[in-house]
């Protein structure tokens, strides 16, 4: 659990500072659950660089509670909680300062979402508030003021779990309070989930990831780990002590933040889900008369195919499907062996490339289309799908027919411009595994928006 806050003060004299203004959002990892927002009376006066920076001025102040009689809720909102914030160490000296005037020991541990964004999302002009947000097209309201501040915090903070690829924020925050989820049971864990789309992380009692996976419903997947009488499932059964998850919405985004984790987290119950994730491919060649020849074979490391396939079956499937949707030849796909016309040439569903009755112009026309449409090569493009809200997108981007990453937006500025895609994007490794993942998925799914850049 993260309080997410923000402090604005009187400013001053280092530690003579008095708080004007808090604001705390008590963060689950995927949602806001309890909220405090309140002026505080600093009972000191305010510089007046700070009045024109924020706007808050003594007389607004007048009425508003002192800092002793909002230290309780400030306990209780932030307890069993990392306190994150942006610069977390000037706002925690803050916090630490107005409770030892009290009297009071207040100790938190704190998360920076300035050394996080350094670390996840490099190369920025600036980390300041303002410039970060603006650099990810992050929309901000009452800047300078603690709640407007507070509230771009926690949307930068969702950006920096969904970049985390290591899940480091995660198990920091599981190893905080494993001594409280070593009393989980299982039925425990699986009440405490969601049947929502997303990737899940299984977690020992040391809070390591022993394993990752993906589900269009997280809480049916992981009962069925729970209660299955394999000997792989029981020994997960025995380590397994908490389960967190990262929402996705989409399940491609899914697939792809599935097969990327477990490459750099190597959970040790991952093992058969490391292999390679297709075995065939479709491939083409131009025979002596000028005609595109399409054949599937199974993948190889000398040639790249068109697009890849799990088994020989749904590659079958597939070329079957192209045939009758794209007019194409079934000697020039490897369906007929004959040695005269094809067999859909008799019935006129072939307009005879077979026996070069079709020009090669007219015919390859027609499979440079198909092949367009399944493969992505040299192409710049984004794949829009479902986002984990209802007034979100998914997005992943495509440069020069590289997979580059994977984000997610809800203004179309963030996607109309390449800076701020690229800020936003979580930047992926692109190899066959993603190449596959991404083909098979827009196959199956025709809903799945594309835009050419």
């Keep these: 659990m993260y309080a997410i806050l923000d402090i604005e003060t009187t400013g001053g004299k280092y530690n003579e500072e008095g708080i004007t203004e808090i604001a705390i959002y008590k963060f689950d990892g995927h949602q806001v659950v309890d909220t405090f927002i309140s002026l505080v009376n600093p009972e000191r006066d305010i510089q007046p660089f700070v009045v024109n920076l924020t706007g808050i001025n003594s007389k607004m102040l007048k009425s508003a509670p002192k800092f002793y009689e909002v230290a309780k809720r400030i306990v209780e909102i932030t307890e069993d909680c990392i306190i994150v914030a942006h610069n977390s160490q000037f706002d925690y000296r803050i916090l630490r300062t107005e409770f030892k005037r009290l009297g009071f020991p207040f100790i938190r541990k704190t998360l920076c979402t300035v050394e996080l964004s350094k670390q996840l999302i490099p190369d920025q002009a600036s980390y300041s508030l303002g410039k970060l947000t603006r650099a990810l097209g992050i929309p901000v309201s009452d800047r300078h003021r603690a709640n407007g501040d507070a509230m771009a915090t926690v949307k930068l903070f969702k950006i920096l779990l969904s970049k985390d690829l290591e899940k480091q924020i995660i198990k920091d925050n599981i190893k905080l309070d494993i001594t409280k989820r070593l009393h989980n049971t299982h039925k425990t864990i699986i009440d405490g989930l969601p049947s ?117 079956q749904s590659a079958k499937s597939f070329i079957h499907r192209i045939v009758e949707e794209y007019r194409l030849c079934q000697k020039l796909t490897g369906i007929s062996t004959s040695k005269n016309g094809c067999f859909d040439y008799t019935i006129k569903k072939c307009a005879g490339a077979c026996l070069l009755e079709e020009t090669p112009t007219e015919y390859n026309l ?70 596959h993942i991404i083909q098979s998925y827009l196959r199956r799914n025709k809903r799945v928006k594309t835009i050419v850049l």
């Design 366 to 435: 027609r499979v440079n289309q198909l092949i367009a449409k399944n493969s992505y090569a040299n192409q710049n493009m984004i794949i829009i799908d479902q986002g984990r809200e209802i007034d979100e997108k998914s997005v992943i981007y495509i440069e020069n027919g590289t997979f580059k990453g994977l984000g997610f937006y809800d203004l179309n500025h963030q996607i109309n411009n390449t800076k701020v895609l690229e800020s936003i994007i979580t930047p992926m490794e692109n190899n066959r595994d993603t190449q």
């Design 196 to 312: 929502i789309t997303g990737v899940y992380y299984i977690h020992d009692d040391k809070g390591d990831i022993i394993y990752i996976g993906k589900s269009k419903n997280i809480k049916h997947r992981i009962n069925q780990h729970l209660t299955n009488t394999s000997s792989k499932s029981k020994k997960l059964q025995l380590l397994a002590k908490t389960v967190t998850y990262e929402a996705t919405g989409s399940e491609l985004i899914a697939l792809l933040k599935e097969s990327e984790e477990i490459k750099r987290n190597n959970p040790k119950f991952n093992r058969a889900l490391k292999q390679t994730v297709f075995t065939h491919g479709l491939f083409s060649y131009t025979d002596n008369d000028g005609y595109i020849h399409l054949n599937i074979a199974r993948i190889n490391s000398e040639e790249i195919p068109i697009t890849t396939f799990s088994n020989l």
